[in-house]
């Protein structure tokens, strides 16, 4: 039996898939998501849509999935070992853009729903998700607009929401390897169940419908700025430590497998090329070099309270 809240889950989850590929559709201008339904022996299926060679998107994709078996992966159980060899349901929606345009930030979303089962036994459900940027080219501005946004999904329901999903969205997409955050950050959850089920689909409602406005905005100032040959080999280049994340780090990425999910929608994350320098070093004081200093965990919005774009144009940018 599962959660008797799964299908008003699966109704908003669809429904955002609508709205996130629609507005990301009216942004590129050029290029339509196209549509593939899958379906997994185990039990369930997905919907992804992905577009390429757009007018600013080189590769987007917008995926929904709902899976369920007799056993939870053990991805899924590493830090839950007591719920190992429960049945399960997982349902989600996850996105992500990878621009052509090397000043406009690659940016990541998921939001997903869990119930585990036992016979006998209450279900256990949890929530999770978040939002994530991460650019090559980063302007103060921007980064400043992104963290105001996520700010605001997460204050009605508590001053202490956003510096809590903040602070573990740094520490989730971080590349130990490399010693550095993926990107600026955003907000990251999991394990959501705390107090009643309401209160927690609310919260995750609110991160999922707020990607739009924090992320269109960037896209739009960004899209038309100039760019060459150089800053196409960089964002190449930082391309791959995205790709290293998701193959290395990335839990969600390795439910999918382990799970038995399509792999061409798992792997709908990847960049459509990428490259690797062996000990590149970026020329001291230039824009390749200062990427740096965005890469590690930052107080955007206490560090530029009050500043306008003027003030911040000369700040790490």
């Known amino acids: 039996m599962a959660h008797e809240h799964l299908d008003d889950v699966k109704h908003y989850l669809l429904d955002l898939q609508e709205r996130l590929c629609a507005g990301l559709a009216e942004a590129d201008g050029v290029a339509q998501f196209h549509e593939d339904s899958w379906t997994r022996a185990e039990g369930g299926g997905g919907r992804s849509r ?4 757009g007018g600013v998107f080189e590769k987007g994709g917008v995926n929904y999935s709902h899976v369920y078996g007799a056993q939870l992966p053990p991805s899924a159980t590493a830090a839950r070992p007591e719920l190992a060899g429960r049945s399960f349901h997982a349902v ?19 939001v997903r729903f869990f119930i585990a089962e036992k016979a006998g036994e209450e279900p256990v459900w949890w929530f999770g998700g978040g939002i994530d940027l991460t650019p090559f080219y980063p302007v103060v501005e921007d980064v400043v607009h992104w963290h105001q946004v996520a700010h605001a999904a997460c204050q009605p329901f508590g001053d202490d929401v956003y510096p809590r999903y903040k602070a573990w969205c740094d520490e989730y997409f971080y590349l130990k390897h490399r010693d550095e955050t993926r990107g600026v950050g955003g907000l ?38 100039a760019w060459g040959e150089r800053e196409r080999d960089f964002q190449l280049y930082r391309r791959g430590r995205y790709v290293e994340f998701n193959l290395v780090w990335d839990r969600g990425t390795l439910f999918g497998l382990q799970s038995g999910g ?17 000990a590149f070093e970026p020329q001291p004081g230039s824009a390749e070099a200062r990427l740096h200093d965005f890469l590690q965990p930052r107080d955007w919005l206490d560090e530029f309270a009050g500043k306008t774009a003027q003030d911040t144009s000369g700040e790490l940018s």
Not at 50 to 53: F, H
């Open 188 to 225: 990251f959850f999991d394990d959501l169940n705390d107090g009643d089920f309401a209160d927690c689909f609310a919260l995750q409602r609110a991160v999922g419908d707020s990607f739009l406005d924090a992320y269109i905005p960037i896209v739009e100032r960004r899209k038309n700025d």
């Open 92 to 110: 989600g929606v996850s996105w992500v853009l990878h621009p052509k345009n090397p000043h406009v930030p690659t940016s990541h979303g998921n």
């Open 50 to 53: 992905v577009m390429t060679n």
């Open 262 to 278: 399509r792999t061409e929608s798992i792997l709908m994350s990847m960049p459509p090329m990428a490259r690797w320098e062996y």
